[in-house]
């Protein structure tokens, strides 16, 4: 009987579309440990879902169910991370999707054709 696992293309598959270097593979594998965490990627898809890729930090405890403290805390993780940026206006604190690190991401993660 032919085992079928050993004759899987890997090239067919590949998620990357080139080499990345160690430091990168490290900050890389940070950023996705840091979405490993439901509401994290809630928050991410809350904000990005919005017109301008932007809310305000009031607007995002109702929408995911979680206490003040709980959003205030991911928000700050997402931030550190490099996903989030973020701008006082006022009183209010808006929390916007990074484009640039979004992109990043994207060319990483590119499969190529």
Not at 68 to 96: C, F, M
Request: glycine share 4%; with cysteine.
């Amino acid at each position: 009987m032919k085992n079928s696992t050993s004759t899987v293309n890997i090239n067919c598959c590949s998620i990357f579309s080139k080499a990345i270097a160690s430091e990168q593979a490290q900050d890389i594998a940070a950023i996705f440990k840091v979405l490993g965490e439901p509401a994290r990627l809630q928050l991410l898809s809350f904000i990005a879902s919005q017109p301008d890729r932007e809310a305000c930090g009031c607007d995002l405890i109702e929408p995911l169910g979680l206490s003040q403290p709980t959003v205030s805390h991911h928000l700050k993780v997402l931030y550190q991370a490099g996903l989030l940026d973020k701008e006082r206006r006022g009183n209010w604190i808006y929390y916007l999707i990074n484009k640039k690190k979004f992109a990043m991401l994207q060319e990483v993660l590119a499969i190529d054709k």
